[in-house]
């Protein structure tokens, strides 16, 4: 997938649970602890020091459907795999599009990603 | 002055524990004991303090907001309601009564989770067993693009992994756990085996199972990441344990082949029952979702992805699902039970909702309610709403009221919306 | 009040056979004539028209957690069969597994007001009470499938038959339950180690005892806790050609003790030489005939679709292996079990065509209609909506030989059947479809029209066509009220749960408890169906 500025590595988001967004929903969707919990991007610890990212850096991910920015932490996922917690941050990346389905592409989705 | 209540549920997954202690002092939930991470806000961070409901970020009294609802319900040429699953069985009942009478389209947050294992099921079937089986028999388990460990944090201390049951006398050891996933998670951490599969690659993975169960030779050397020997011991394990389980996720429903990914692993599963015994549980993420299913197919025929504008009931996934009627702006106005479909939903969705009128029923204000035309803060099923639950494997829970409710159910909400749109 | 005049009324249960009498009615009950007669009766005009009791159905798979995971799984069963919503009534779908609403009103306008369930697993009997607070009109009682339960087999196999018959009760209480249901005793706990029974003294895996004990130890623990309706047993190899062998060796297994074999046509074949079973109606008829303390229903074959739904889990999986379609199945902790497969019976397929044949010998060739009752298994053997065609094909001799005449050659071969001339009167379908099947369940107020019942009563043209005339009634009445006019649903009502309550020792909580720490996966204070559970529903203790 090559859009106008590529930035050269596509890289697949899978999204999902964790304990701390489901603590942070908890406390409500416009609490700190559900914002934190939910705008964050796991990636592994290769991929991050060959793109130059460091532990907590600010990272912009971009899919065809939108971009946003959020801090990237190492994490047990495989090269070219990122995740991020499932909320509002991970869904501006995610299209409407079901394939007839009514599921959105929630995991296994292609996404560029640059430090900031 | 304290109490103690027993044999609570905690309604937060589909595991529906039902062994929580609450103690509650002055009606106030004091402290919870048994409860896991995930659950224990569902006791702790919930404020039963009744509020008043909100029309256009107002506080009004209940008779007003309920005659908004019912208005923007009648005025609406097409709408949606959407949700359920975090409510008991009584409130889905009157929210489906309300979609046959306004001829709504209404969907349940199945359509982002199980939708595609529905399918699934209703193409080549689905092989199952209760809990308390996977307790008392499973000698094998097999976790498949699910994470217990972060999202149904006691399943494998009180259903699938830990416990002693009838024919597991000593329980973990009894057993062999595989577990099967992109990356490494925590639950991979607890198994025997992980399996590392490519994105996107399940069903090549299933298929290959599938012919190695029946004695056909695979050529190649590795199929979605997957070395041939790992899957032939794997194939081999299988067919000979005594009672094995499947236990699948959003790994399965949410990548690329979708639904065609659970009727690949839903056929093995059969197939492997001319060998041994083997089920497949899917892991129902909220706490009654399974129960969404039942109602409306109960009233309606079919599970999810429903629409009454003709007067009677058609089953559409993929042209009445809310994720598909909202990026398409075909629905004018949304009822939105128990469910936070801003927050979860693909933002061109969730979007659209804050441009159309919407009602919304919930204990908290969520991303949902935001931007809704009427919000009515109801009460919390399973904490000060009593109701019917329906566990992962659709084993049916009574829920207590914990504390006295201070504040009216979703249930006598809907009831009075419908009576209110009787009168119109 | 209410009075219904000049109508033939045909009551079995009160020796009335077509004479003309008025019905009158009141506060939901039928009364005898006032001695004055004020004239502020409202009046319905039977004139030319037959009356009976309204239809009492003995075994049906209408509700509950097996009937809607068939109804999600089976979308392409409703597609051609939707039901419009109405300014009183409820939108619907369905034609093997029709919707709660549907599954209402279609009973009703056949002119049944009375549903028996025929199976719930005790675990799940909440999710079917659920059900019936949106299934309107019918009074309906839930049959709970013991006969693989956990608990009770340990009794059996320690000796301790009152712990056995204490919990029995407590269960019936606990769900809320009418009868003692008894399906594939033993294979379907065998199920779950990939096996089955096939003999009465095969033992259960893990258990130590047989098929054999399970079922007497029911029969015995239903007489001592005096239940109105005994075991109903589904027995085993239903659908083998051994089965009439095996039900005929339960029926004497029994030794006098009552007892309800349900859809009895399956479980009535032989052997012969070939791949086809030959109908053995006939030698269990006979048996029948000399057991006055059997009732049995048929399970009448209807040609066409239909969905198969048991707890019979082996069964199950294989006619999912000999047709080839998909399968469900689900195991049930420490109870039961069971599958769904669809199916289409077919007159050109030879065994469908048997075992078409097989059920109307069993009506024609058990002499006492009152032990003999009408169901199809629904949805097993047909939809229930077809009972009307059943009751023409043993009405009408000739319309049964035609139809004989355009099944399978081979199915017709060597065939009992077109010998068999007798046909039902009026009378004795009244027997069949109300009056056998409410005294068979025990059911004082049920099934008849003396004074003290409960006035549900079906009016109906009498045409030459019978199947016309019992699809169509011209009013149908529960508990008094007018609910159908001419295919019409007038007014919904919410219809009564029937249950039993037999007392027993408290003793036996502590024993329970200890079980369901060891077994369950649910608390055992979170197991019991309490009446303030289900608000919406009126519970009625029988007898």
């Given at each position: 997938?090559?859009?106008?500025n590529?930035?050269?590595?596509?890289?697949?988001?899978?999204?999902g649970?964790t304990?701390?967004?489901?603590?942070?929903?908890?406390?409500?969707?416009?609490s700190?602890?559900?914002?934190?919990?939910?705008a964050?991007?796991e990636?592994?610890?290769?991929?991050?020091a060959?793109?130059?990212?460091?532990?907590?850096?600010?990272?912009?991910?971009?899919s065809?459907?939108?971009?946003?920015?959020?801090?990237?932490?190492?994490?047990?996922?495989?090269?070219?795999?990122?995740?991020?917690?499932?909320?509002?941050?991970a869904?501006?990346?995610?299209?409407?599009e079901?394939?007839?389905?009514?599921?959105?592409?929630?995991?296994?989705?292609?996404?560029?990603?640059?430090?900031? | 002055?304290?109490?103690?209540?027993e044999?609570?549920?905690?309604?937060?997954?589909?595991?529906?524990?039902?062994?929580?202690?609450?103690?509650?002092?002055?009606?106030?939930?004091?402290?919870?004991q048994?409860?896991?991470?995930?659950g224990?806000?569902?006791?702790?961070?919930?404020d039963?303090?009744?509020?008043?409901?909100?029309?256009?970020?107002?506080?009004?009294?209940w008779?007003?907001?309920?005659?908004?609802?019912?208005?923007?319900?009648?005025?609406?040429?097409?709408p949606?309601?959407?949700?359920?699953?975090?409510?008991?069985?009584?409130?889905?009942?009157?929210?489906?009564?309300?979609a046959?009478?306004?001829?709504?389209?209404?969907?349940?947050?199945?359509?982002?989770?199980?939708?595609?294992?529905s399918l699934?099921?209703?193409?080549?079937?689905?092989?199952?067993?209760?809990?308390?089986?996977?307790r008392?028999?499973?000698?094998?388990l097999?976790?498949?693009?699910?994470?217990?460990?972060?999202?149904?944090?006691?399943?494998?201390?009180?259903?699938?992994?830990?416990?002693?049951g009838?024919y597991?006398p000593?329980?973990?050891?009894?057993?062999?756990?595989?577990?099967?996933?992109?990356?490494?998670?925590?639950?991979?951490?607890?198994?025997?085996?992980?399996?590392?599969?490519?994105?996107?690659a399940?069903?090549?993975?299933?298929?290959?199972?599938?012919a190695?169960?029946q004695?056909?030779?695979?050529?190649?050397?590795a199929?979605?990441?997957?070395?041939?020997i790992?899957?032939?011991?794997?194939?081999?394990?299988?067919?000979?344990?005594?009672?094995?389980?499947?236990?699948?996720?959003m790994?399965?429903?949410?990548?690329?082949?979708r639904?065609?990914?659970?009727?690949?692993?839903?056929?093995?599963?059969?197939?492997?029952?001319?060998?041994?015994?083997?089920?497949?549980?899917?892991?129902?993420?909220?706490?009654?979702?399974?129960?969404?299913?039942?109602?409306?197919?109960?009233?309606?025929g079919?599970?999810?992805?429903?629409?009454?504008?003709?007067?009677?009931?058609?089953?559409?996934?993929?042209?009445?699902?809310?994720?598909?009627?909202?990026?398409?702006?075909?629905?004018?106005?949304?009822?939105?039970?128990?469910?936070?479909?801003?927050?979860?939903?693909?933002?061109?969705?969730?979007?659209?909702?804050?441009?159309?009128?919407?009602?919304v029923l919930?204990?908290?204000?969520?991303l949902?309610?935001?931007?809704?035309?009427?919000?009515?803060?109801?009460?919390?099923?399973?904490?000060?709403?009593a109701?019917?639950?329906?566990?992962?494997?659709?084993?049916?829970?009574?829920?207590?009221e914990?504390?006295?409710p201070?504040?009216?159910?979703?249930?006598?909400?809907?009831?009075?919306?419908?009576?209110?749109?009787?009168r119109? | 009040?209410?009075?219904?005049?000049?109508?033939?009324?045909?009551?079995?249960?009160?020796?009335?056979?077509?004479?003309?009498?008025?019905?009158?009615?009141?506060?939901?009950?039928?009364?005898?004539?006032?001695?004055?007669?004020?004239?502020?009766?409202?009046?319905?005009?039977?004139?030319?028209?037959?009356?009976?009791a309204?239809?009492?159905?003995?075994?049906?798979?209408a509700?509950?957690?097996?009937?809607?995971?068939?109804?999600?799984?089976?979308?392409?069963?409703?597609?051609?069969?939707?039901?419009?919503?109405?300014?009183?009534?409820?939108?619907?779908?369905?034609?093997?597994?029709?919707?709660?609403?549907?599954?209402?009103?279609?009973?009703?306008?056949?002119?049944?007001?009375?549903?028996?369930e025929?199976?719930?697993?005790?675990?799940?009997?909440?999710?079917?009470?659920?059900e019936?607070?949106?299934t309107?009109?019918?009074?309906?009682?839930?049959?709970?499938?013991?006969?693989?339960?956990?608990?009770?087999?340990?009794?059996?196999?320690?000796?301790?038959?009152?712990?056995?018959?204490?919990?029995?009760?407590?269960?019936?209480?606990?769900?809320?339950?009418?009868?003692?249901?008894?399906?594939?005793?033993?294979?379907?706990?065998?199920?779950?180690?990939?096996?089955?029974?096939?003999?009465l003294?095969?033992?259960?895996?893990?258990?130590?005892?047989?098929?054999?004990?399970?079922?007497?130890?029911?029969?015995?623990?239903?007489?001592?806790?005096?239940?109105?309706h005994?075991?109903?047993?589904?027995?085993?190899?239903?659908?083998?050609?051994?089965?009439?062998?095996t039900?005929?060796?339960?029926?004497?297994?029994?030794?006098?003790?009552?007892a309800?074999?349900?859809?009895?046509?399956?479980?009535?074949?032989?052997?012969?030489?070939g791949?086809?079973?030959?109908?053995e109606?006939?030698?269990v008829?006979?048996?029948?005939?000399?057991?006055?303390?059997?009732?049995?229903?048929?399970?009448?074959?209807?040609?066409?679709?239909?969905?198969?739904m048991?707890?019979?889990a082996?069964?199950?999986?294989?006619?999912?292996q000999?047709?080839?379609?998909?399968?469900?199945?689900?195991?049930?902790?420490?109870?039961?079990?069971?599958?769904?497969?669809?199916?289409?019976y077919?007159?050109?397929?030879?065994?469908?065509?048997?075992?078409?044949?097989?059920?109307l010998?069993?009506?024609?060739?058990?002499n006492?209609?009152?032990?003999?009752?009408?169901?199809?298994?629904?949805?097993?053997?047909?939809?229930f909506?077809?009972?009307?065609?059943?009751?023409?094909?043993?009405?009408d001799?000739?319309?049964?030989?035609?139809?004989?005449?355009?099944?399978?050659?081979?199915?017709?071969?060597?065939?009992?059947?077109?010998?068999?001339?007798?046909?039902?009167?009026l009378?004795?379908?009244?027997?069949?479809?109300?009056a056998?099947?409410?005294?068979?369940l025990?059911?004082?107020n049920?099934?008849?029209?003396?004074?003290?019942?409960?006035?549900d009563?079906?009016?109906?043209?009498?045409?030459?066509?019978?199947?016309?005339?019992?699809?169509?009634?011209?009013?149908?009445?529960?508990?008094?009220?007018?609910?159908?006019?001419?295919?019409?649903?007038?007014?919904?009502?919410?219809?009564?749960?029937l249950?039993?309550?037999?007392?027993?020792?408290?003793?036996?909580?502590?024993?329970?408890?200890?079980?369901?720490?060891?077994?369950?996966?649910?608390?055992f204070?979170?197991y019991?169906?309490?009446?303030?559970?289900?608000?919406?529903?009126?519970?009625?203790?029988?007898?």
């Open positions: 997938m090559q859009w106008r590529s930035l050269g590595e596509n890289f697949i988001l899978i999204t649970r304990v701390k967004q489901a603590a942070g929903l908890h406390k409500g969707k416009d700190d602890a559900y914002r934190r919990a939910t964050l991007v990636m592994n610890a290769a991929d991050m060959r793109l130059g990212i460091g532990e907590g850096q600010m990272v912009r991910l971009r065809a459907t939108g971009q946003v920015e959020m801090p990237a932490h190492t994490g047990t996922v495989p090269s070219k795999m990122v995740f991020v917690p499932m909320g509002p941050v869904n501006s990346l995610i299209g409407p079901t394939e007839g389905t009514g599921m959105p592409s929630f995991k296994g989705l292609t996404v560029e990603i640059e430090p900031i | 002055m304290k109490t103690v209540v044999n609570v549920t905690c309604t937060f997954c589909g595991c529906l524990c039902d062994d929580i202690i609450v103690e509650v002092e002055d009606n106030r939930i004091a402290r919870v048994r409860v896991c991470a995930n224990r806000g569902v006791f702790t961070d919930y039963p303090t009744p509020r008043r409901p909100i029309v256009a970020g107002r506080e009004v009294e008779e007003e907001a309920v005659s908004e609802a019912a208005r923007i319900l009648v005025q609406a040429d097409s949606l309601i959407y949700g359920l699953s975090s409510s008991a069985s009584e409130a889905q009942m009157k929210v489906v009564e309300l046959d009478l306004i001829g709504a389209i209404i969907d349940t947050t199945s359509s982002v989770c199980h939708g595609p294992t699934a099921m209703q193409a080549v079937g689905e092989v199952s067993c209760s809990l308390g089986e996977v008392n028999r499973a000698d094998f097999i976790f498949w693009g699910c994470n217990p460990a972060a999202s149904h944090l006691r399943h494998f201390e009180r259903y699938s992994l830990k416990p002693k009838r597991i000593n329980g973990r050891k009894d057993r062999h756990m595989v577990v099967v996933d992109v990356r490494p998670t925590a639950s991979a951490k607890m198994a025997d085996h992980f399996i590392q599969v490519t994105p996107g399940d069903f090549e993975v299933l298929t290959t199972l599938r190695l169960v004695g056909k030779e695979i050529e190649a050397g199929v979605g990441g997957v070395p041939r790992e899957l032939l011991e794997l194939a081999n394990r299988m067919k000979g344990c005594r009672y094995g389980v499947f236990f699948m996720g790994g399965l429903t949410m990548s690329g082949a639904d065609y990914n659970v009727s690949e692993l839903f056929t093995l599963v059969a197939e492997l029952n001319q060998y041994t015994r083997f089920s497949v549980m899917p892991m129902r993420g909220h706490g009654n979702v399974a129960g969404a299913d039942q109602v409306l197919t109960w009233q309606s079919y599970p999810f992805a429903v629409s009454f504008a003709r007067g009677y009931p058609q089953y559409s996934p993929g042209e009445f699902s809310a994720v598909d009627v909202l990026a398409r702006e075909e629905v004018d106005a949304a009822l939105i039970l128990a469910s936070d479909p801003v927050a979860h939903f693909p933002r061109v969705a969730g979007n659209q909702l804050k441009r159309i009128p919407a009602i919930d204990p908290m204000m969520n949902t309610s935001e931007s809704a035309q009427v919000f009515f803060p109801t009460g919390s099923y399973g904490v000060d709403a109701g019917t639950c329906y566990r992962m494997d659709n084993v049916p829970i009574r829920l207590r914990v504390i006295a201070m504040r009216p159910t979703d249930e006598a909400i809907l009831g009075q919306i419908i009576e209110e749109i009787k119109c | 009040m209410l009075r219904i005049i000049n109508g033939r009324v045909y009551d079995p249960t009160n020796g009335k056979n077509g004479q003309m009498e008025d019905i009158w009615v009141e506060d939901g009950k039928i009364v005898s004539a006032p001695e004055v007669d004020r004239g502020q009766a409202q009046i319905i005009d039977a004139t030319g028209l037959v009356i009976m309204g239809g009492v159905d003995i075994h049906s798979h509700v509950g957690s097996k009937v809607n995971a068939a109804r999600k799984f089976r979308p392409e069963d409703h597609y051609g069969s939707t039901y419009e919503r109405t300014s009183h009534t409820r939108s619907g779908s369905g034609y093997t597994v029709p919707s709660t609403y549907v599954t209402g009103y279609l009973y009703a306008k056949m002119g049944y007001t009375t549903v028996m025929a199976a719930t697993a005790p675990l799940l009997a909440r999710h079917t009470h659920e019936l607070e949106d309107p009109i019918l009074d309906m009682g839930i049959f709970v499938t013991m006969g693989n339960n956990h608990f009770i087999m340990e009794c059996i196999r320690d000796g301790e038959m009152g712990k056995a018959k204490d919990y029995v009760a407590w269960l019936l209480n606990a769900t809320k339950g009418y009868a003692i249901k008894v399906v594939n005793p033993g294979g379907v706990e065998n199920w779950k180690w990939g096996r089955n029974v096939q003999e003294d095969d033992e259960v895996i893990g258990f130590g005892v047989t098929p054999h004990q399970i079922i007497t130890t029911l029969a015995w623990i239903s007489d001592e806790l005096g239940l109105p005994p075991p109903h047993i589904h027995g085993i190899n239903l659908g083998r050609s051994i089965s009439a062998r039900t005929m060796e339960t029926m004497a297994a029994l030794e006098g003790r009552r309800h074999f349900c859809h009895l046509q399956f479980l009535s074949y032989g052997k012969q030489p791949t086809l079973h030959r109908s109606a006939a030698e008829a006979s048996m029948v005939n000399m057991q006055p303390n059997l009732t049995v229903d048929v399970g009448q074959i209807v040609f066409g679709p239909a969905t198969t048991t707890s019979d082996p069964l199950q999986y294989g006619i999912h000999q047709t080839g379609n998909k399968w469900m199945n689900d195991d049930i902790e420490n109870e039961t079990g069971g599958g769904i497969v669809p199916i289409r077919s007159r050109n397929n030879a065994i469908n065509a048997v075992m078409w044949r097989t059920g010998e069993l009506f024609l060739l058990i006492d209609p009152w032990q003999v009752l009408l169901t199809t298994d629904h949805p097993n053997a047909g939809p909506v077809h009972y009307p065609q059943v009751i023409k094909l043993l009405m001799r000739d319309y049964r030989a035609a139809m004989f005449e355009r099944i399978n050659p081979r199915g017709r071969k060597d065939a009992l059947l077109p010998e068999l001339e007798r046909e039902y009167s009378y004795e379908i009244a027997i069949i479809t109300r056998g099947t409410a005294r068979a025990g059911l004082k049920k099934g008849h029209l003396g004074v003290g019942a409960d006035a009563i079906t009016i109906y043209a009498d045409l030459d066509d019978k199947e016309e005339m019992f699809t169509h009634p011209r009013y149908v009445l529960k508990g008094g009220e007018v609910v159908v006019v001419d295919g019409q649903i007038m007014r919904e009502l919410q219809g009564k749960t249950c039993v309550a037999p007392s027993y020792d408290p003793g036996i909580e502590a024993h329970i408890r200890q079980h369901f720490r060891e077994n369950y996966t649910i608390s204070d979170n019991s169906i309490i009446r303030e559970h289900f608000p919406h529903r009126e519970m009625i203790r029988c007898p």
